[in-house]
């Protein structure tokens, strides 16, 4: 699934990795993230998070991302629903997301993993089902939407995501995803197009990336958490890779509330660095 701020507040959360509020651990947490990027690459989503008693937490995830190219802005819509129950030391999580755009591509995935861990580290072995659906126009320049066309691909993959207290103050952190696409995607309508999409850092290990790996670091300061984190992403229709280092810095604004800027460099294959960046605010409740 896509790795984005949101997703490693999350994390965050559900491990005790950044500040807690006042009053103990959040029994609901909610979250907005925005992103761009030099190229006009956005990116915008929002979480809400609910746990109970510790043991297990719903996620409902919404987002937008939009994309500009020569021909047109394409802009893609993201849904998610998530389950994860800690039986201790073993646990288990159920997740669908829907992205895209009814007008160009859409994709359904369906992720199951199961997870080993305690307050000192956290490692999850995922498998994923991804269905990808592809519409274009048949008639030519002047295309009306009763010409549609869909083509439809499958593809599977297989991950494994982690966290160690290495120290103190110092945590590991890291995730790689391998997604295994039919050899003809190449040969899809407007896939090439539609593929820039997994090219910005905003829009990271969505779209036609085959493969994502992240591995990061993580330093507490009093209440604050610094992190610096690494990603590269391989992209299923040339086998381009986009690399990024991200800083981030996470810190308390209010008794309830934490904000966390982030700030990196992306590299495509073939051409220059691209600056990127980002904030995401975090509200707690309960506890």
Do not use: C
Not at 21 to 40: K, N, R
Not at 41 to 53: M, Q
Not at 139 to 146: E, F, S
């Amino acid at each position: 699934m896509a790795v984005t701020a949101l997703h490693a507040a999350a994390a965050n959360a559900q491990d005790g990795a950044h500040p807690a509020p006042v009053g103990g651990s959040p029994e609901w947490m909610l979250a907005a993230s925005v992103l761009t990027d030099e190229q006009s690459y956005e990116h915008a989503n929002a979480g809400l998070y609910l746990a109970f008693r510790d043991k297990t937490w719903f996620s409902l995830t919404a987002g937008q991302s939009r994309a500009p190219s020569a021909e047109e802005d394409i802009r893609a819509g993201l849904v998610s629903l998530g389950i994860e129950h800690d039986f201790g030391p073993v646990g288990f999580g159920l997740a669908a997301e829907r992205w895209g755009d009814a007008d160009n591509l859409e994709t359904q995935d369906w992720q199951g993993e199961i997870f080993f861990g305690d307050e000192r580290y956290r490692v999850a072995l995922a498998v994923e089902r991804r269905a990808i659906d592809i519409y274009f126009s048949g008639a030519g320049l002047v295309p009306i939407a009763t010409d549609l066309r869909r083509a439809s691909i499958d593809a599977d993959g297989v991950g494994i995501d982690w966290r160690f207290r290495i120290a103190p103050t110092w945590r590991t952190y890291g995730s790689w995803m391998d997604y295994d696409y039919p050899r003809g995607i190449r040969l899809v309508p407007r896939a090439d197009r539609l593929g820039l999409l997994s090219s910005s850092a905003v829009t990271l290990a969505y779209s036609f990336a085959d493969r994502y790996e992240t591995l990061g670091f993580e330093h507490s300061v009093e209440r604050m958490l610094i992190n610096f984190d690494f990603s590269r992403d391989r992209s299923a229709i040339d086998g381009t890779k986009l690399r990024s280092v991200t800083a981030s810095l996470l810190w308390p604004v209010a008794r309830r509330m934490d904000l966390e800027f982030r700030l990196g460099s992306s590299r495509v294959d073939g051409a220059g660095a691209t600056l990127h960046g980002g904030l995401t605010i975090l509200v707690y409740g309960g506890g």
